[in-house]
């Protein structure tokens, strides 16, 4: 049967006072890293209060597809606390300990019963904690302008690097790490199980985190079962040994965030409605306006991210020299379905809700068309990803299970994760400021994976996080037609 339990049933069991020393240290000392980052110590850290009474929540046939991918590693620098690093340790973790008791199944385990479910036990088995030092270096190191990404530096800020998310059967299904710069700054890094949060979900928890941490009070999250809850399809992995990713995590990538101001965004999105009353581009806005299966929003303009997103997908496939012209390029798009279903269920549903939506064109077409062509082709896309959409995905999926494709495999495909929406800066100030920048690790990274950030000054601004093979990301350097719209945010000159 489907557990339909609500956050709110189980708020009475959350303490309003601070945990006391929930935490056990684990280790003391550690080797300094390559990239000059030691972790000092690390500490397991369980919900506080009394244990949950959540019970199994069973993964969806959203959430089982993910068993295959990294575990997300997402996390944010903030400026100098003003308190003494002691205190500010135990604040993170008594704070943290807290978070955890209004989710529970973050602090638990798989399970893989008799009938080849799986679940999250929420046992209250506990999390780590992480707390590291780089003396050596400072914000400048990692926040650098016009410059790739150093990944070299950045991927020892998270724990559990490229850790399976099936592994959540004997790892922690979250891990932490707040990491010292020798300059007073910190990162706040996260790693959560892909197949127990989508991106909403995951910044969700770190707004909670920050809010009990200044003394606010949390958005709760709902725990019902109730996206395709009903479903009995299950994922067999033979002799309990779980699936590796369907990429290759080693293939050499060249890292880099693109910022693109309001303005920029603005104009691409004045390109992407202009109309055209001839040609290819009347055809595609007359289907658009007139076919009586596509709701309201496939007649409405096209918006600000997926104007964006079009000329991304443009210059990526003009920068990929080897594709042919008649090679099929896609743009696909990590899709909330939280609202799109009808019903729609809880924006505060806990677990994966997503899809991918995937849009398609050759690459002749995309060459010889503009943005408005590209553009119309996505809104188009989105527009139609509705509740028959998402229910025939989770029907075809249910008839064949099976883990989620991640990846790239002809070289042709773009792939948009995360979410410009997502409340990244909103809402993370844990009691000494805003946050100043958000990075991520390696996981889930390839050729063509990019993920979408909101800008920090909160103005509309867009930051892109472009996963790229070496030679198409020196080729899109060069393309002026996109470099026109990237620019350097105001807190970084």
Request: hydrophobic share 45%.
């Amino acid at each position: 049967m489907a557990q339909m339990l609500s956050a709110m049933t189980m708020m009475d069991t959350v303490p309003t006072a601070p945990a006391i020393m929930p935490a056990q240290p684990i280790c003391l000392d550690a080797p300094v890293s390559g990239s000059g980052i030691a972790v000092l110590s690390r500490q397991a850290v369980r919900p506080d209060g009394p244990p949950s009474a959540i019970g199994d929540l069973t993964l969806s046939v959203s959430d089982l597809p993910m068993l295959s991918c990294h575990y997300i590693q997402k996390g944010l620098f903030f400026p100098a606390p003003d308190v003494p690093m002691a205190s500010l340790v135990s604040l993170l973790v008594s704070s943290l300990s807290r978070a955890l008791a209004v989710f529970p199944a973050l602090a638990g385990r798989f399970v893989t019963l008799p009938d080849d479910r799986i679940v999250i036990r929420c046992n209250d088995a506990g999390v780590e904690f992480h707390h590291a030092v780089a003396p050596a270096l400072s914000l400048n190191d990692f926040l650098v302008p016009n410059a790739d990404v150093p990944a070299r530096l950045t991927k020892d800020l998270f724990p559990m690097d490229r850790t399976v998310s099936y592994e959540g059967h004997r790892r922690p299904l979250t891990s932490f790490q707040l990491t010292v710069l020798g300059d007073g700054a910190v990162f706040i890094g996260v790693v959560a199980n892909h197949a127990v949060v989508d991106g909403t979900s995951f910044w969700h928890f770190y707004n909670t985190w920050a809010a009990l941490c200044r003394g606010a009070s949390p958005r709760l999250p709902d725990f019902r079962r109730n996206f395709f809850g009903e479903s009995t399809a299950v994922l067999r992995f033979a002799g309990g040994v779980g699936p590796a990713v369907t990429f290759d995590a080693d293939a050499p990538l060249r890292e880099r965030i693109f910022h693109f101001s309001r303005d920029a965004i603005r104009e691409l999105k004045a390109m992407a409605n202009r109309r055209s009353s001839a040609g290819q581009d009347a055809e595609v806005y007359g289907k658009m306006a007139h076919d009586p299966n596509k709701n309201q929003e496939a007649r409405g303009e096209i918006s600000s991210f997926q104007s964006l997103c079009a000329q991304i997908w443009i210059s990526t496939t003009r920068a990929r020299k080897q594709l042919d012209a008649d090679a099929t390029t896609t743009l696909r798009l990590a899709v909330n379905c939280r609202h799109r279903l009808r019903p729609a269920i809880s924006p505060a549903y806990f677990g994966n809700a997503i899809q991918s939506a995937p849009t398609t064109a050759t690459v002749a077409e995309l060459a010889s068309n503009d943005l408005r062509w590209a553009a119309s082709k996505l809104h188009a896309s989105l527009a139609a990803y509705g509740d028959e959409a998402i229910r025939g995905a989770a029907a075809a999926w249910q008839a064949a299970p099976r883990c989620f494709p991640l990846g790239n495999p002809d070289g042709a495909v773009v792939t948009m994760g995360s979410s410009n929406r997502f409340p990244m800066y909103e809402g993370n100030d844990f009691g000494w400021g805003r946050p100043l920048a958000v990075r991520s690790g390696r996981a889930n990274k390839f050729d063509g994976k990019m993920s979408a950030f909101p800008g920090r000054s909160g103005d509309g601004s867009v930051d892109i996080e472009v996963c790229l093979a070496p030679d198409t990301m020196a080729a899109l350097l060069r393309d002026d037609e996109f470099m026109q719209y990237v620019s350097c945010p105001a807190h970084l000159l």
